[in-house]
């Protein structure tokens, strides 16, 4: 193992606490620093306060030893060598990205330094944040040779984010100098040199010390867009899924067999490729309107991202569109919906298509009695329960008696119900499922009027209706 780096994360949300963790666990001694004295005081009790796979497991091993948590940004800047900001960065009224928290850590970093600091931006951030980032620190009386401002992106998905900070597809370091190259290559030389890997009890993944992650040095600013770009992107190929999906239904075709047709293409692959209700979440929504403004502001007409957008938007309604079809009016109607975060295996309810499509489906007149795995407690705080919005304890308890089932968010538990059971729980056997966790032709042979996406939607036959266990057969 190469020698340890002493490290301060400024941050612990979603990114600046799984960088934390994983720094520790790839051998360096962190300070994990947040304002909220309560937020410390549970992460020194062990509470991960977020959903995220293997990250109370790594909690567990390295706090208050190998990672500590404090709220003094002050010491944590003086005792360490990298700087880390993983603050949030909203979006602001206009689409632009609100820096000021960068701008506010910056500021007092800067107050702090007492020799060489490499100030790393990990927040999702516009080009030329790093250049205002060495304004602020200098205006607050720092050299110009007592620091450096590098930009790190972090690539990481909720759910998933542990497991890709330690085996990531690459690691982008954007700085200008040599010095703090070597210090950034330095911290991450565990992943690099796959020394890492050959360790025991390690967090699984697809790097190893045969194939480590690559390790690409770039300019401060090619970085910053290198992040955007790359949610951008994303964002894209999910909305031209989902545009591809409503061609689909209108032609009569199968979404499913097309999307595999195309990602078979090795210049295209099939990952963001699945059909849905529209891309959620605390990134894609704010980085493509970032990356809109940004291009804007510097004249670049970009209104591909405005499309994207606007196809995302109306992915939602054209999901209510398709449950007002199946059930002719949705006012007085019970629904029971599965999933209420933005995405599976996490609690994030941020932009959220469930909790939008919820609240449009409430506006309608429906009562909602939805399930979540591990997103509920958030939820109530967007959706309050009330007379006709119930939280349940189970799938089963959310399907009873209700008019149909609607799927809106792919955890793995979704894609696993006892069909049979389903059929006898629900008043109505309708499933609209947003996600396409099942196969049409399961679903109508277990009884069930199924619609999803880009599929043609199934009915079962008088035939198959009476052939069901149960099944009162009209004349008999």
Not at 134 to 163: H, K, W, Y
Not at 222 to 235: D, Q
Not at 313 to 326: G, I, T
Not at 407 to 434: C, E, M, N, S
Request: proline letters at 4%.
């Amino acid at each position: 193992m190469s020698q340890p780096v002493q490290i301060a994360v400024v941050g612990s949300g979603y990114v600046g606490l799984v960088a934390a963790v994983c720094f520790a666990e790839m051998g360096h001694n962190v300070v994990c620093v947040d304002n909220d004295e309560r937020k410390v005081a549970a992460l020194r009790g062990g509470d991960t306060l977020i959903h995220e796979n293997h990250l109370p497991e790594l909690l567990e091993r390295y706090r208050n030893r190998r990672v500590q948590f404090t709220t003094d940004l002050a010491e944590a800047t003086r005792t360490s060598d990298a700087i880390f900001i993983a603050v949030g960065t909203p979006q602001s009224e206009t689409g632009d990205a609100d820096l000021s928290y960068v701008e506010a850590v910056a500021s007092e970093i800067a107050r702090s330094i007492n020799g060489y600091k490499v100030i790393v931006e990990k927040s999702t951030v516009p080009v030329y944040t790093n250049e205002w980032i060495r304004r602020v620190i200098e205006r607050n009386g720092v050299r110009r040779e007592d620091f450096d401002v590098v930009s790190n992106p972090e690539f990481l998905r909720e759910g998933t984010a542990v497991e890709d900070f330690l085996h990531p597809d690459r690691i982008v370091v954007g700085a200008d100098s040599d010095r703090a190259s070597a210090v950034l290559n330095a911290v991450y030389a565990p992943l690099t040199s796959g020394s890492y890997y050959e360790q025991k009890d390690i967090v699984p993944g697809c790097c190893s010390v045969q194939a480590p992650p690559a390790l690409l040095n770039t300019s401060t600013k090619s970085a910053e867009i290198i992040k955007h770009a790359s949610n951008a992107f994303l964002a894209l190929k999910i909305s031209f899924i989902n545009a591809v999906s409503n061609l689909c239904e209108a032609a009569d075709a199968n979404v499913e067999q097309v999307a595999r047709g195309i990602g078979l293409d090795s210049r295209i692959g099939p990952k963001f490729l699945r059909p849905g209700i529209g891309y959620g979440g605390s990134c894609f929504p704010k980085d493509v309107a970032a990356f809109r403004s940004v291009a804007e502001q510097m004249g670049v007409d970009f209104n591909l991202l405005s499309e994207v957008e606007k196809i995302n938007v109306n992915q939602k309604k054209r999901f209510l569109s398709k449950v007002r079809s199946a059930l002719w009016t949705l006012r007085g109607k019970k629904l029971a919906v599965l999933g209420l975060a933005f995405k599976g295996d996490t609690d994030d309810i941020r932009e959220s298509p469930a909790i939008d499509l919820v609240e449009m489906l409430l506006a309608e007149g429906s009562s909602v009695v939805a399930y979540d795995p591990a997103a509920m407690k958030r939820a109530e705080e967007e959706i309050p329960a009330s007379d006709r919005m119930r939280y349940a304890e189970s799938i089963e308890d959310a399907a009873r008696d209700a008019d149909a089932l609607l799927i809106l968010t792919d955890w793995a538990d979704f894609a696993k119900l006892d069909l049979q059971k389903l059929h006898t729980t629900l008043r109505y056997p309708i499933v609209i499922d947003g996600r396409n966790l099942y196969d049409p032709q399961q679903m109508v042979a277990h009884g069930f009027t199924y619609l999803s996406i880009g599929r043609p939607t199934v009915t079962p036959s008088r035939e198959t209706h009476n052939a069901l266990p149960g099944a009162v057969t009209v004349g008999a």
